[in-house]
């Protein structure tokens, strides 16, 4: 069945309306948590938001070690007032260990009074890792 242009344009405009309300309508985020997004890509500016808003112990030193793409926000939840968002971030370089370059790691970080209160690692979406 062929469409008509104006079919196609239709469609295509629904396409981009549902995709800008997914985002519209995503987590929301603290804003000590939208600093460190922006802070990511750069491995000596990721590892001063955390160690900034990190309480002691709790971020591991792991999450410095590598060149990380921005991660992507999947989940948010609130817990006993914790707020846990879950992020997926790829592994662009790793000197400490060459099988996480190109991994995708999935991590969770809960945050309390603008700070860094909660961390677990979700493991890798695929591959091994090694450090």
Known sequence: MVKSPREKARCLLLIVLAIGTMGFFGPKLVPEMKELLDAFNNRVQRAAVLEKYGEQDVVPRELTMC?????????????DGITYYTLESRVEKCEHSEAAAGTVRIFVLGWKNGRIVGFAWGGPKGGKVEY
């Open 67 to 79: 060149d990380m793409a921005r991660p992507v926000v999947t989940a948010s939840e609130e817990r």
